[in-house]
């Protein structure tokens, strides 16, 4: 597929597009059984981690499992990296997107990858949000988000639902991130929230500030989806002053000058924390012998204590010159 300029006007407009099917049928079943198998654990994908339940914090700050055949996982992440899934993380038509959003001779790079599972019989929905901010810690907001339905994505089982045009606002909260009950009420127009339902293998363009949620999957079955967020490639987090996987084009990778100098005095920390945790254990073990001297040191005073003790009430008990003897050798 390619855009045409009618399709750009529109996506400028509303902050959302509809790409038609990326995928097909075998394509599907690959990558959906692919995600079953890393969620089972019967394939292990190097940087590849599952999250168990959502968090209404960016996606690098998502926290993690190891825990094996977790089923039940909401979240798979890190998918840039696995053989499988790279493919359609560096769709062409994906692609295409970045180079009209970032310019034709921009790298692209991706800030995550991720299926997202929608378990059935959910009652809640994930509040209204805009992607960016500084809590995503990057030196540049993304703006393109690509949605693909690795499931059919409908208003029964919980597709996203966006408010038409609210990306053109820019960012309504400093730090980005969920809106709150007022500025839900005074941005979400009901009249322009749109459902974006999706078949399975059709994937749908979201700007990044467009405000968006996810309704509650009120069927039995289980939705699974993938989401690409795509950047230029030279942006860098802002805490570690590097860049991220490249998927398109070529950037200089090597971080800047004032991160190798971070790293190289925090590697000299490190270093030296290890040698202060070493002295200090070596201090804890004299510490405790010491303790187990004066332990000592005290049963020896109770024991000379007591047989002083025992010397004094027999003395009292002896007749005089005895006494008196005994008395000058207790004082000699």
């Known amino acids: 597929m390619v855009i045409d300029e009618q399709q750009w006007q529109r996506f400028s407009i509303d902050g959302f597009l509809q790409l038609g099917r990326v995928l097909t049928g075998p394509e599907l079943e690959a990558l959906r059984g692919r995600a079953d198998d890393l969620a089972a654990g019967t394939v292990v994908g190097e940087c590849v981690v599952m999250a168990l339940e959502h968090a209404e914090e960016p996606p690098a700050a998502v926290a993690d499992t190891d825990e094996p055949g977790a089923v039940g996982y909401r979240q798979i992440q890190g998918l840039e990296h696995d053989d499988v899934y790279r493919s359609l993380v560096a769709h062409p038509l994906f692609l295409e997107v970045c180079a009209r959003m970032y310019a034709p001779h921009a790298a692209v790079s991706v800030f995550s990858a991720t299926v997202l599972r929608e378990p059935g019989g959910q009652e809640s929905a994930s509040g209204w949000r805009q992607n960016g901010g500084p809590d995503w810690q990057l030196d540049r907001d993304p703006v393109v988000t690509i949605w693909v339905a690795l499931d059919d994505c409908t208003v029964e089982n919980g597709c996203v639902e966006a408010v038409r045009g609210s990306h053109r606002g820019g960012l309504l909260r400093a730090d980005g991130g969920v809106l709150s009950e007022q500025e839900t009420e005074l941005h979400c127009d009901p009249q322009l929230i ?35 967020c795509y950047m230029d490639a030279r942006t860098i987090s802002v805490a570690t002053g590097r860049h991220f996987p490249v998927v398109a084009g070529s950037v200089d990778e090597a971080p800047y000058p004032f991160v190798v100098a971070l790293e190289h005095d925090q590697r000299a920390l490190a270093a030296t924390l290890a040698i202060a945790e070493t002295h200090a254990g070596s201090l804890q073990s004299q510490i405790a012998a010491l303790g187990e001297r004066c332990e000592l040191a005290e049963t020896n005073v109770r024991t000379l204590e007591e047989e002083l003790e025992r010397t004094r009430r027999a003395h009292n008990r002896l007749p005089g010159r005895a006494a008196s003897w005994l008395r000058s050798l207790l004082h000699q």
């Open 194 to 228: 749109v459902p974006l339902e999706l078949p399975s293998g059709h994937a749908v363009l979201l700007h990044s500030w467009l405000i968006h949620r996810s309704r509650p999957n009120a069927t039995p079955a289980p939705r699974r989806a993938f989401a690409g």
